[in-house]
């Protein structure tokens, strides 16, 4: 089978609002297909995935001066975004928000939780989130993680920056 990829072709900068709202209602019908799947929506772009190759895609929204643009993303970039997202002074905020939430948890989940080689502040936030569906969500292909597996993360201190920056959004 072709790749939906293949009919894609990258725009380095739109040449009006019309040329984007046309990239726009393509990249849509192509969510609706389901030849991509949206992956991340902010103000200034949208991230999206293949479903058949996996290749990630970023529509630049053009917001005067900016042009915009339709690139093809590498998963190093996506998470080179997220790394140089990441906000620890955010990450304490939304840990200290969640940790009263923590506290009052059951004590056997509590307890489940802590089987995990999981840092702290990390489990702490996603068993709230979670709850006894902590592993499978761990286990899980994420599509805010550019589609890996949260558990793939937890493997450095640059890989936990990725995952806590893409933890944020998702709870945004
Ligand atoms: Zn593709």
């Not at 590498?74 to 923590?102: G, P, R, V």
Request: charged content about 25%; some cysteine; hydrophobic content about 35%.
């Amino acid at each position: 089978m072709n790749c939906y990829c293949d009919s894609l072709e990258e725009i380095q900068g739109f040449g009006g609002y019309g040329h984007f709202q046309s990239t726009l209602n393509v990249m849509n019908n192509n969510v609706i297909n389901e030849y991509f799947i949206k992956i991340y929506e902010g103000t200034d772009r949208i991230n999206y995935k293949c479903t058949n190759c996996m290749q990630l895609w970023s529509l630049g929204i053009p917001d005067f001066p900016v042009v915009g643009y339709l690139m093809r993303k590498d998963q190093d970039d996506f998470e080179k975004i997220l790394e140089q997202e990441f906000s620890e002074e955010a990450w304490k905020n939304l840990h200290n928000y969640y940790l009263k939430e923590y506290m009052n948890l059951d004590e056997n989940l509590k307890k489940y939780a802590d089987a995990f080689s999981i840092p702290e502040d990390i489990k702490q936030i996603l068993l709230c989130k979670f709850g006894n569906g902590l592993e499978e969500w761990l286990n899980t292909s994420v599509p805010g993680f550019g589609g890996r597996r949260p558990v793939e993360l937890l493997v450095n201190d640059i890989k936990l920056k990725i995952l806590k920056a893409g933890i944020m959004r998702m709870l945004e």
